[in-house]
């Protein structure tokens, strides 16, 4: 569907790829920093205004959005250009073979990464700035289509569901010709492995430089509701559907490329909707979350020396160990981050026109993104998974009696109620933005 009326939009991107050398973050037992550069990372913007309202999206080809960062943006937005951090929606893409911005990784060599996050505040800034320099008026348009066979239900590979939807937002100017585009598909960005140390995008990364190269845009992927969702690309079994050692960047591409070309039918064949307002809404929950076990330094020094010891000798036990070291260190992260044992996350939504967008924080499993999108009808509902700094799955309440790599920690921190509280606060979320 496409707006009738205009509105204000501008675009911009800049490259926010790290030096070689840095840890890559998403695999814990990934113990080897980057060795080069396989593609250029960026960071993309879309704002959007009618005079009235403001709304910004933009997407980063990270694992997470750093604290830091998140704080920065919003805080840069407000006073450089008068819109409120509560009309910004920050999302990563999720990419496992990005820089460690979390450090979920077992490498020892840990070098630039306080560096580079001190910066990355710095690039994101540029590029909303540059948008909001380049606004112009210009319509929205959307659509959404399917792309089937790319994804499998990780938990429950045989039956598990996945969400095989893709939705496009379009923006054109004036003379219709493409501002930006925005491609919202639902799968963890793992068709590479821990076995790849080239500094990448994965596959959303293919699919927002392929849209550019054909509409000449800035097109921004957001991922989905996918904590429980993987790539089935080629060599991927079902009896070991997360190990993802076989993914090959032609993978990556040809993943790209089948989500692409979908996103460009849709972009181009949207029809014309009537007049197109912005709303936006938030809930903020305050995640009381499960006992973190304390990491004195004495356990810490330990397990250095014990990889010391290990490393050059006995290769497996000392991966062994550095994949302690890497939860350990995560642990205390996170246990400085949330002192008090309470996270406090925002969720948000978005509306234009007939469309709604909610961002959600952390790895939301499919099942919920999919029962928001049911409850959001007659609007087109685009869930963005990743938004924000908090970091760890959301898993549905069943999960937690199943057990799995989901629900253990660190990798979840929040306890067996998350899914209903999410739920229930996205509901509002949705009449806040329907009425």
């Given at each position: 569907m496409k707006c009738n009326n205009f509105l204000s939009a501008g675009s911009a991107s800049v490259r926010i790829t790290p030096p070689?050398?840095?840890?890559?973050?998403?695999?814990?037992?990934?113990?080897?920093?980057?060795?080069?550069?396989?593609?250029?990372?960026?960071?993309?913007?879309?704002?959007?205004?009618?005079?009235?309202?403001?709304?910004?999206?933009?997407?980063?080809?990270?694992?997470?959005?750093?604290?830091?960062?998140?704080?920065?943006?919003?805080?840069?937005?407000?006073?450089?250009?008068?819109?409120?951090?509560?009309?910004v929606?920050?999302?990563?893409?999720?990419?496992?073979?990005?820089?460690?911005?979390?450090?979920?990784?077992?490498?020892?060599?840990?070098?630039?990464?306080?560096?580079?996050?001190?910066?990355l505040s710095a690039y994101v800034s540029q590029?909303?700035?540059?948008?909001?320099?380049?606004?112009?008026?210009?319509?929205?348009?959307?659509?959404?289509?399917?792309?089937?066979?790319?994804?499998?239900?990780?938990?429950?590979?045989?039956?598990?569901?996945?969400?095989?939807?893709?939705?496009?937002?379009?923006?054109?100017?004036?003379?219709?010709?493409?501002?930006?585009?925005?491609?919202?598909?639902?799968?963890?960005?793992?068709?590479?492995?821990?076995?790849?140390?080239?500094?990448?995008?994965?596959?959303?990364?293919?699919?927002?430089?392929?849209?550019?190269?054909v509409e000449k845009n800035t097109c921004l992927f957001l991922n989905g509701a996918c904590g429980d969702v993987n790539p089935f690309t080629p060599g991927t079994r079902l009896e070991s559907p997360y190990e993802r050692s076989m993914g090959t960047f032609m993978d990556a591409i040809k993943m790209g490329r089948a989500m692409s070309g979908e996103a460009l039918k849709l972009l181009n064949s949207a029809e014309a909707m009537g007049e197109c307002k912005l709303k936006v809404s938030k809930r903020e929950l305050r995640l009381r979350l499960r006992d973190l076990p304390a990491i004195e330094d004495d356990e810490l020094r330990k397990?250095?020396?014990?990889?010391?010891?290990?490393?050059?000798?006995?290769?497996?036990?000392?991966?062994?160990?550095?994949?302690?070291?890497?939860?350990?260190?995560?642990?205390?992260k996170l246990r400085a981050l949330f002192p008090t044992g309470i996270a406090e996350v925002t969720l948000k939504a978005f509306r234009i026109g007939n469309l709604v967008i909610i961002g959600l924080p952390g790895e939301p499993f499919v099942e919920i993104g999919i029962s928001i999108k049911r409850n959001s009808y007659p609007l087109t509902c685009m869930i963005v998974g990743y938004v924000g700094p908090f970091a760890g799955y959301?898993?549905?309440s069943k999960a937690f009696k199943e057990g799995g790599y989901e629900v253990s920690l660190p990798a979840c921190i929040v306890n067996p109620d998350v899914e209903e509280l999410i739920t229930a606060s996205t509901l509002n979320l949705l009449k806040d933005v329907s009425t």
């Open positions: 070689a050398g840095i840890p890559l973050d998403g695999y814990g037992i990934r113990d080897k920093p980057s060795k080069g550069v396989h593609d250029h990372l960026k960071a993309r913007t879309l704002i959007l205004s009618d005079d009235e309202t403001f709304i910004s999206l933009i997407s980063l080809e990270l694992l997470y959005v750093p604290y830091q960062v998140a704080e920065t943006v919003y805080r840069v937005a407000q006073r450089e250009l008068g819109i409120p951090g509560d009309s929606l920050l999302a990563a893409v999720h990419t496992h073979s990005g820089p460690s911005v979390l450090g979920i990784h077992s490498c020892m060599e840990d070098q630039f990464t306080d560096e580079y996050v001190s910066l590029a909303l700035i540059s948008a909001y320099n380049n606004m112009q008026k210009a319509r929205i348009s959307f659509a959404k289509g399917m792309v089937r066979n790319w994804t499998i239900n990780r938990r429950r590979p045989l039956d598990g569901i996945t969400d095989e939807e893709v939705i496009t937002m379009g923006v054109e100017d004036a003379g219709g010709r493409s501002i930006a585009s925005v491609v919202n598909f639902t799968c963890h960005a793992v068709v590479l492995g821990p076995n790849n140390l080239m500094i990448s995008a994965d596959y959303p990364g293919y699919v927002s430089r392929t849209v550019e190269s397990l250095y020396a014990r990889y010391n010891e290990l490393k050059g000798v006995k290769p497996k036990e000392a991966l062994s160990v550095s994949l302690e070291i890497s939860k350990a260190r995560w642990l205390r959301i898993p549905i």
